[in-house]
């Protein structure tokens, strides 16, 4: 990556009070990757250093995030997230994981949010690997209320739904789907040597985008916790390397974390 530009704390283009972190410096870079957008955003940490990385899809020219958590690319475990159902059969959650997140006012008008066929290749270290078949019908996406921590609640959790909307997959290595269709990217690989105790072990985390229809853009209310739930939809559960929700490292975990 080559740095570009800058964006000094409290400036307008300052994203570090909406992303949790107070006022934060920024550095532009132009970013190698194909497969990503030419500019991304890192925070910039006292003087520029040579070997500092940032994930390349958390941030690129045509987006400004409201909430960001980046999956965790050094040891990174799963978790299953999914449901069944069909284009004539409705939808049937099983196991559905959900995560908080604190509104800044602006509407949500697209998604990106990270995954794996847990255990796929598992002995690949490669960041080209093909997804495990079956993919995927879709996805339904839900956005929920918060019930917070108190009484009887030692944590907090997610509530009533407010708007839950269902996404299809778009073919396999589809870079430019339709509006509300879900595209499916290569991501990074996480080495879980250390965390299963097993040697060459990884994850192969996938990227995933959507862009709302405009009927169904998330309109929030600033200063407010919501919730977002990510299942994968199967119509035929596949025997092994079930998807799973990425998660984030420790250090971007916010409020009771993901339940």
């Keep these: 990556m080559t740095a570009v530009g800058y964006i000094?704390?409290?400036?307008?283009?300052d994203l570090g009070p909406a992303l949790q972190l107070g006022p934060t410096?920024?550095?532009?870079?132009?970013?190698?990757?194909?497969?990503?957008?030419r500019n991304v955003i890192i925070p910039f940490a006292n003087a520029w250093v040579a070997n500092t990385t940032a994930f390349p899809e958390t941030m690129t020219q045509n987006e400004c995030a409201k909430w960001s958590q980046p999956p965790d690319c050094d040891v990174g475990l799963d978790v299953q997230s999914w449901g069944l159902g069909g284009p004539q059969l409705p939808f049937a959650p099983v196991l559905t994981v959900a995560d908080d997140w604190l509104c800044d006012g602006r509407p949500i008008t697209a998604i990106r949010w990270w995954g794996s066929y847990m255990g796929w290749l598992s002995k690949n270290p490669s960041n080209n690997v093909p997804p495990a078949q079956p993919r995927p019908l879709g996805f339904v996406l839900t956005w929920r209320k918060d019930i917070p921590a108190g009484g009887t609640n030692s944590f907090s959790r997610p509530g009533d739904t407010i708007a839950s909307i269902a996404c299809p997959m778009a073919t396999a290595g589809e870079s430019n789907a339709p509006v509300g269709w879900?595209?499916?990217?290569?991501?990074?690989?996480?080495?879980?040597?250390?965390?299963?105790?097993q040697s060459n072990t990884y994850e192969h985390e996938f990227s995933y985008y959507v862009e709302f229809p405009a009927?169904?853009?998330?309109?929030?209310?600033?200063?407010?916790?919501?919730?977002?739930?990510?299942?994968?939809?199967?119509?035929?559960?596949?025997?092994?390397?079930?998807?799973?929700?990425?998660?984030?490292?420790?250090?971007?975990?916010?409020?009771?974390?993901?339940?």
Excluded: F
């Design 25 to 37: 410096d920024w550095v532009i870079v132009h970013d190698n990757w194909s497969s990503t957008a």
């Design 8 to 13: 000094p704390a409290g400036d307008p283009d």
């Design 215 to 259: 009927t169904n853009v998330w309109n929030e209310k600033e200063g407010q916790i919501y919730w977002l739930s990510v299942e994968a939809v199967y119509q035929n559960l596949p025997p092994s390397n079930q998807w799973g929700w990425g998660t984030t490292s420790v250090e971007n975990n916010w409020n009771d974390d993901a339940v």
């Design 182 to 197: 879900v595209t499916e990217r290569n991501g990074c690989v996480s080495d879980l040597s250390s965390s299963l105790m």
